[in-house]
């Protein structure tokens, strides 16, 4: 069994590091946060004072923190140098492509091996250990990383060289918040002209319609399988999240000139729900704000 630095026990890397422990591995686990150490030691992990005293005989590291300028501290300030060079750095954060690429490179000069591994699934994934791994490094640091990412996950995919993971990652999620905000407005349209919901979901996700959106994560309460939409559009992942990856989307393709005029207009759109109120709601609510019939509060108004 592997000792494992684990730092970053939040919503998803507390049922990570938890699949860890369960499994038989020594697991070292630091966060910031009192309460998310109580929860890790709970669940079967071992409290670290610091993520220097987490990584200092680790095999492995595996981070899941909440954006770039996380990682970039965590692992100059309390990795590189702190950890044996023996060890392999998995970092499953959400991340820019940019500073993956940029500290990837830092960790080979210093002969780390290290590779991206964000993350498809939310908070019941992380907890049933049925994650989908997208992983951006060399084949040989894949094939470590894949021994303990399989023991998390559903599946583990190598996207390609450094920053593969979170380039794959983007550009799905940029797809998925596209095609929701699509279904909503389809959705929204096809009920005004006269269809109803259920009748016209039955059509659709036998025809060219067909999307992940909606046969298996439908806006609409009430129609196709269970869904946020039925409770309310609580739990899910949040548009909060989802506006996060648009965000990094767009930064990634103004790096390469790219031109994604849907991906952008889906950012616009998450962020004006966001800011009226919808960040903490399931990313599929924004079918409510499409729905002129539900009118959100503009922001400002009382
Ligand atoms: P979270 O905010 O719940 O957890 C992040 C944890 O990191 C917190 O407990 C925080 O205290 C800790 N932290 C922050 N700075 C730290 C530091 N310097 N040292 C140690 N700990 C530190 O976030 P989350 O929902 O668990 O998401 C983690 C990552 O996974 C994000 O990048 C997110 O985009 C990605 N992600 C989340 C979901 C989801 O549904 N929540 C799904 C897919 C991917």
């Known amino acids: 069994m592997a000792r494992i630095a684990f730092i970053g026990l939040g919503n998803m890397g507390s049922g990570m590091a938890a699949n860890l422990a369960k499994c038989g591995h020594d697991v070292h686990a630091f966060d910031v946060s009192e309460e998310a150490l109580a929860k890790a030691e709970q669940s079967g992990c071992l409290r670290a004072e610091s993520a220097e005293h987490a990584v200092s005989e680790a095999e492995a590291i595996i981070t899941m923190l909440p954006a770039g300028k996380h990682v970039s501290e965590v692992y100059r300030n309390s990795v590189f140098g702190k950890a044996p060079t023996t060890a392999i750095l998995i970092d499953c954060s959400t991340i820019d492509v940019g500073t993956a690429r940029e500290i990837a490179a830092e960790a080979q000069a210093q002969n780390y091996p290290m590779v991206d591994a964000p993350v498809s699934g939310g908070i019941a994934a992380a907890d049933a250990g049925t994650l989908t791994f997208m992983v951006g490094g060399v084949e040989e640091a ?161």
């Open 142 to 302: 894949f094939k470590r990383a894949e021994l303990l990412l399989e023991i998390m996950g559903k599946a583990v995919i190598h996207a390609g060289g450094t920053g593969a993971g979170q380039a794959a990652k983007i550009c799905n999620n940029m797809l998925l918040g596209a095609s929701m905000v699509a279904t909503c407005e389809t959705f929204v349209l096809a009920q005004k002209l006269g269809l109803d919901p259920q009748t016209f979901f039955d059509i659709a996700s036998q025809a060219s319609g067909q999307n992940w959106s909606m046969t298996s994560y439908c806006p609409v309460p009430g129609v196709g399988p269970e869904t946020p939409a039925d409770r309310d559009y609580e739990g899910g992942f949040a548009a909060a999240l989802m506006l996060k990856d648009l965000r990094l989307a767009m930064e990634a393709a103004e790096s390469v000139n790219g031109y994604v005029p849907m991906g952008s207009h889906a950012e616009e759109l998450y962020a004006r729900f966001a800011d009226r109120g919808g960040a903490a709601k399931d990313f599929s609510a924004i079918i409510k704000m499409i729905d002129d019939s539900w009118k959100m509060p503009e922001k400002g108004d009382t």
